[in-house]
């Protein structure tokens, strides 16, 4: 189809397979991306072609039996023999054994693998290696692996997560993805390889742009030891939208299907009005709306930011990955929690019908929720951007400016919000400002106190990570308002636009406030009385949206074959699209099931028992 962005390619791929997830989504969302940014000029000749082709089809294995957040934890070793140049890849013990990459169980021939890399009797920390698990020509799997899938899980079925181990595997060194870090004595070519590279698998597996290892085993570490996590900080950055997409679907299904429905007479043998008339329906749907479209805009700007600094990144520098990757991580953790919540509100909202298989939203909950989990648990990754925000904090209080996105923070919190009836825009960046910068410094002096009266750095941070986690969340909302606000603020869009999405946008920020309350109003900020003046406004939000609530969610223009679903259909024939799926369900394909010969009968008609073993035997 010629489409060259990455992220239009995967979206392109999961429409044309809309009800199943790919079993090759690995290969192309984290395998390709991660030979195209971690591989030497060498090893991407070498691989790409092959990888492109459909000949090399591989996934990401990294997460274990036994550890999955903490990546220095995990126990596959790649032990580097000078004598033959080669790395042994080893899974010691039964929690070293590689569990849940997609893709692996039975769809794969090729994996990066991450293992701690030891080399001249020392540990080097995990570092990424190519391994071919089975054979090129029939499939079959390769000696000294053991791989296999992992069992049902609560979605993804047709995504085969597998397990795998290394009995003293050996690979080239020049397996070792080498980018940024080396080992060995190399070629002076070899020098390129950016960041770090080693080697009893060929050496030349080792996937060295970050590192490498030297044909004697010397071991050159990457400019900065997190390059290596960069395939993980690249999915982080488009899972934002990938949420965003599911919870917009999830919306269309769910508005549109509230305006076909109809239930209750409004008043004793009056019209019964469309469901999406109801108040109670707007507050739980509206939201979710404006949502939706908050988090799209917050995927594009943070695939963008990821773009811009992997370019700087080619270029050697590397100032802007700490900001990259609290941005990634936590919006990644926020978007997926706001989307996977807001879903489920949005299969409650079709009533029984929400329930069946028929409305699509099963499947668009089971592909979303994992998000919370893979690349990277989302507490965790909300406790990686409190560390980032942590860090601002004392650079303000040491008077240094902090880039943009964080200015806000260490401002003087002895502020009032200026609120009022009409509910500015402004004012409510302030209030999320305002929000955020108290919940950061409360965490900081939760910290501070907790060392000041004796306790270690990490016992500390445990007895705030509460305070850390609500931090880093009220700084990811932030984001989301203020970046919403300017994207509506922006030049390009026509005025009728600008009315109506700024509705949709106040509407965000708004709801926002009031489902957090308590966080605004603890030290006064908001007066009982501005809290008045948002509610009225986010009541008022709603009617001004109503007449739009359906154009709105057209707007996303996902095709009925995307959504697959009978209640979100563009032409609205719900009641016969739901008929015609309940007809050609397996089960009304004959009259009697067979159940009824081997289990019914028995008890309807015990005397005609011996009939129904005769059928059971057939
Ligand atoms: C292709 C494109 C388009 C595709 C579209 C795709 C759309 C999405 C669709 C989804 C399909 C995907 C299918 C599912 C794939 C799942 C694959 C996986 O789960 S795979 C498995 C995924 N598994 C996971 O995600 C595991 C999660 N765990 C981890 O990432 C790490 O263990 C950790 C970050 C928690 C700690 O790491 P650790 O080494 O212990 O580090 P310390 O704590 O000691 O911190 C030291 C310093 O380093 C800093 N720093 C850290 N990271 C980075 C970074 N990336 N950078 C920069 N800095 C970073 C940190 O802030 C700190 O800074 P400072 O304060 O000192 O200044
Ligand atoms: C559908 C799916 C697909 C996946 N695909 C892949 C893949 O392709 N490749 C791959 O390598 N992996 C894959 N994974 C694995 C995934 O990346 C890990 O499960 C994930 O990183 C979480 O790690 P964990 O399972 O070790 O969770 P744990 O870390 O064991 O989390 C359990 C609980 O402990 C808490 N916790 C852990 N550490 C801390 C901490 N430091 N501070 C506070 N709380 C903490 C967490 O918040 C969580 O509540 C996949 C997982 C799923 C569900």
Redesign the pocket.
């Known amino acids: 189809m010629g489409i060259t962005d990455m992220q239009e390619a995967f979206y392109y791929r999961e429409c044309a397979a809309a009800h199943e997830n790919s079993p090759l989504g690995?290969h192309y969302a984290?395998f390709l991306p991660t030979i195209n940014k971690q591989a030497t000029p060498e090893q991407k000749k070498k691989w790409l072609p092959l990888a492109e082709n459909y000949k090399m089809i591989g996934?990401?294995?990294?997460?274990e039996l036994g550890?999955?957040?903490?990546i220095r934890g995990l126990e596959t070793t790649a032990t580097y023999d000078p004598k033959t140049k080669e790395f042994i890849l080893d899974s010691p013990t039964l929690t070293s054994k590689?569990?849940?990459?997609?893709?692996?169980g039975k769809t794969s021939n090729h994996c990066v693998v991450?293992a701690q890399l030891y080399t001249q009797g020392k540990s080097h920390g995990p570092h990424m290696f190519m391994v071919q698990i089975r054979s090129m020509e029939d499939h079959s799997v390769l000696p000294g692996i053991e791989v296999g899938v992992i069992g049902n899980?609560?979605?993804?079925g047709t995504?085969d997560?597998g397990f795998l181990s290394f009995d003293k595997l050996r690979i080239p060194r020049e397996n070792m993805l080498m980018r940024y870090s080396q080992v060995g004595r190399i070629p002076r070519e070899n020098m390129l390889m950016r960041y770090s590279q080693v080697s009893r698998i060929p050496r030349e597996n080792m996937l060295m742009r970050y590192s490498q290892v030297h044909e004697d085993g010397t071991y050159v570490k990457p400019q900065n030891a997190k390059l290596a996590y960069g395939s993980m900080v690249l999915i982080r950055s488009s899972i934002v939208s990938d949420a965003a997409r599911g919870l917009a679907q999830a919306c269309v299904i769910s508005i549109r299907y509230s305006a076909v429905r109809r239930q209750t007479e409004a008043y004793p043998g009056g019209e019964e009005p469309q469901i999406l008339d109801y108040q109670t329906q707007q507050y739980r749907l509206f939201p979710l709306l404006a949502s939706a479209y908050s988090l799209q805009l917050a995927g594009k700007y943070v695939f963008n930011t990821y773009l811009e600094v992997n370019d700087q990144i080619e270029k050697g520098n590397l100032e802007s990955m700490p900001e990259l990757h609290a941005l990634s991580a936590g919006l990644k953790a926020f978007s997926t929690y706001e989307a996977s919540a807001g879903i489920e509100v949005c299969r409650i909202c079709c009533g029984g019908h929400g329930y069946s298989q028929a409305s699509g939203l099963p499947k668009i909950y089971v592909d979303v929720v994992?998000g919370c989990?893979?690349?990277?648990?989302?507490?965790?990754m909300m406790?990686q951007t409190a560390r980032y925000l942590m860090k601002c904090y004392s650079r303000a209080k040491q008077g240094q400016k902090l880039p943009g996105f964080v200015q806000y923070i260490g401002q003087n919190l002895n502020k009032k919000s200026c609120m009022s009836e009409e509910v500015a825009l402004g004012c409510l960046v302030m209030a999320y400002e305002h929000r955020a910068a108290r919940l950061v410094e409360a965490a900081a002096m939760r910290m501070q106190s907790l060392i000041q009266g004796g306790k270690k750095q990490h016992e500390a941070w445990?007895g705030s990570?509460v305070q850390l986690f609500w931090a880093a969340k009220a700084h990811c909302h932030l984001f989301c308002v203020k970046n919403f606000v300017d994207a509506i603020q922006a030049k390009s869009l026509s005025s009728k636009t600008v009315t109506v999405m700024k509705s949709v946008c106040q509407l965000y920020g708004v709801h926002g406030i009031l489902e957090n309350l308590g966080e605004f109003m603890q030290d006064g900020f908001f007066s009982g009385e501005q809290v008045g003046y948002l509610q009225r406004k986010m009541l008022a939000l709603f009617e001004n949206i109503r007449p739009n609530a359906v154009a709105l969610v057209d707007a996303f223009d996902y095709p009925d074959m995307v959504l697959g679903s009978c209640l979100g259909r563009y032409d609205g024939q719900v009641y016969q699209a739901l008929y015609d799926y309940a007809k050609s369900a397996p089960m009304n394909q004959t009259e009697i099931h067979s159940t009824y010969y081997k289990h019914l009968k028995p008890l309807i008609n015990p005397e005609t028992t011996s009939d129904a073993m005769q059928f059971a035997k057939l």
């Open positions: 690995l984290m996934t990401y294995a990294q997460t550890h999955g957040t903490f590689k569990y849940w990459p997609g893709c692996l991450m899980k609560f979605g993804y995504n997560n994992p989990t893979y690349e990277g648990e989302n507490t965790v406790l445990n990570s």
